[in-house]
Antibody, heavy 116, light 109 residues
Framework: EVQLVESGGDLVQPGGSLRLSCAASGLTVSDNYMSWVRQAPGKGLEWVATIYAGGSKFYVDSVKGRFTISRDKSKNTLYLQMNTMRPEDTAVYYC????????????WGQGTQVTV | QSALTQPPSASGSPGQSITISCTGTSSDVGGYNYVSWYQQHPGKAPKLMIFEVSKRPSGVPDRFSGSKSGNTASLTVSGLQPEDEADYYCSSYAGSNNVFGTGTKVTVL
């Protein structure tokens, strides 16, 4: 069974930094396309970043230069380093697995709350 | 990277059918057959309902179906059930990124 468990969400001041973690079981993070998706309070879903199995990384324009997606093969964990944070970054952040063939998110974590 | 456009709300009585539209551009919906649909109940993580425009993951009832014409994709829920009341989001691959729709709140009357 695949499980994605996020952690690291917190209250942070504008301009501050935070690192989110996503511990995976039942799948190998480095062999998969992995993403972060966020949802602001009362708002819709917003794709934030994706890292491909080959290592390529992609970001939504609003976080380019501020957020970095990465992974640790030995810990089977996905990360999102968030710097120079803004109030508009306030959201629940979901860790997710993209099916590499389907380009659809088939596994989601439970989410972690980030408040700026 | 503009969000795909969905109607804010849709409703129907149990047993009826509803269709939700999802309009994008030739750079996303119209350019790829990688449209997916997600169901989200309050306080829960989204759930994949449709992928690659019209395919259903294992376990998703066949009451849910998807289609696409040009830059607009659609999700149809036939034989509405009370448990179908939720928010629905479309999503499309758009080259090196993904984009979600604005979301539609479905109410079962």
């Amino acid at each position: 069974e695949v499980q994605l468990v996020e952690s690291g969400g917190d209250l942070v001041q504008p301009g501050g930094s935070l690192r989110l973690s996503c511990a995976a079981s039942g799948l190998t993070v480095s062999d998969n396309y992995m993403s972060w998706v966020r949802q602001a309070p009362g708002k819709g879903l917003e794709w934030v970043a994706t890292i491909y199995a080959g290592g390529s990384k992609f970001y939504v324009d609003s976080v380019k230069g501020r957020f970095t997606i990465s992974r640790d093969k030995s810990k089977n964990t996905l990360y999102l380093q968030m710097n120079t944070m803004r109030p508009e970054d306030t959201a629940v952040y979901y860790c997710a697995r993209d099916g590499p063939v389907t380009m659809a998110i088939d596994y989601w974590g439970q989410g972690t709350q980030v408040t700026v | 990277q503009s969000a795909l456009t969905q109607p804010p709300s849709a409703s129907g009585s149990p047993g009826q059918s509803i269709t939700i539209s999802c309009t994008g551009t030739s750079s996303d919906v119209g350019g790829y057959n990688y449209v997916s649909w997600y169901q989200q109940h309050p306080g829960k993580a989204p759930k994949l309902m449709i992928f690659e425009v019209s395919k259903r993951p294992s376990g998703v009832p066949d009451r849910f179906s998807g289609s696409k014409s040009g830059n607009t994709a659609s999700l149809t829920v036939s034989g509405l059930q009370p448990e179908d009341e939720a928010d629905y989001y479309c999503s499309s691959y758009a080259g090196s990124n993904n984009v979600f729709g604005t979301g539609t709140k479905v109410t079962v009357l």
